[in-house]
């Protein structure tokens, strides 16, 4: 098949980064000579035939833009096969060959699934603040979430040492930790919950010992919010109870992690991976995510990437607890 135009899409939770990944699929197509549209809301917009011919200027100034451009959605149409294949009549009917879509593991779910039952030549980009899909070392949009956590924490640990609390602090990531791992290392964190360990109250409850132990005044526990333990408020409950003499404060981040403008980081990986998404397609490629493994670009096939999950460092959860004294 020669791919004469390409459409692109953002689908599932936003991630700083989306719109840098945007601009280098519109320009890379551009660049070899081809049609692109930008497709409104997700899936949903797919399905309305919700498309925008872009141009080099429809994307100029996005670059440091957090959020996406296109808007996002998560469809419940589309988990149907008539929503399937609705958009795919959309598609052959505004005469698209191509479609990269950019988000995570739902994105891509439906992506595969275009492309098994309609034959839908469909490239992925990881876009996820979570970091949790297999075959890249970093998904858009996690360097950046990591930072917004780590400058809050930086703020939150300046009112501990004020007032001498314990502070615990809930982070996004509801069956993954990369971001209460990395943040939680880079902020000195007392402790850090995770989804990925069994942690118990037990195990909580040696680390503020081993604090005291050290006349540690303030502390900080970070906790992702899928973690097996408990709710931040429950677990402040229970540490009350066992420690009254505790100024326990609890702070739930919540969604101010997926804005801001993107890191260098994650603005570069963008560019790379929209650019290689464009040449995928144009060299006959489809039903897989372009990713990023030790600096290489990668191809994984969307069914690995969706059911092989990302490891976690747990070596780096070992030399928190060393660095935690």
Request: contains cysteine.
């Amino acid at each position: 098949m020669s791919l004469k135009s390409l459409a692109v899409l953002t689908s599932g939770g936003d991630a700083p980064g989306m719109n840098a990944a945007i601009r280098a699929v519109v320009r890379a197509g551009i660049f070899y000579d081809k049609e692109v549209f930008g497709v409104h809301r997700g899936y949903d917009g797919l399905i309305e035939g919700a498309f925008e011919a872009l141009h080099s200027k429809s994307v100029k100034n996005i670059l440091a833009q957090g959020g996406t451009m296109l808007k996002s959605a998560r469809s419940a149409e589309f988990r149907t096969p008539e929503g399937r294949a609705k958009a795919a009549e959309q598609l052959r009917g505004q005469g698209i060959d191509g479609l990269v879509v950019i988000g995570g593991d739902g994105t891509f779910t439906g992506a595969h699934l275009l492309h098994e039952e309609h034959g839908i030549a469909v490239v992925g980009i990881p876009g996820t603040i979570d970091n949790d899909l297999f075959g890249t070392d970093y998904t858009i949009g996690y360097d950046t979430a990591t930072n917004t956590v780590v400058e809050c924490i930086d703020k939150i640990r300046d009112t501990a040492n004020s007032h001498n609390r314990m502070f615990i602090v809930e982070v996004m990531g509801r069956d993954a930790g990369f971001i209460a791992l990395s943040a939680g290392v880079a902020t000195g964190a007392l402790d850090i919950v995770l989804p990925e360990k069994n942690t118990s109250m037990e195990d909580l409850y040696a680390s503020i010992d081993r604090g005291a132990e050290n006349k540690k005044t303030s502390n900080i526990i970070v906790v992702a919010e899928g973690n097996r333990l408990g709710k931040p408020f429950d677990l402040a409950k229970s540490l009350e109870a066992r420690y009254p003499e505790l100024d326990i404060k609890v702070t739930i981040l919540g969604h101010i992690q997926r804005g801001g403008s993107p890191s260098a980081l994650d603005r570069v990986n963008a560019s790379q991976l929209g650019v290689a998404a464009v040449e995928s397609l144009l060299n006959g490629k489809s039903d897989i995510m372009v990713g990023l493994v030790n600096g290489q670009l990668t191809q994984t096939f969307l069914q690995q990437a969706i059911y092989n999950k990302a490891p976690l460092d747990m070596e780096l959860h070992r030399v928190s607890k060393i660095l935690s004294i």
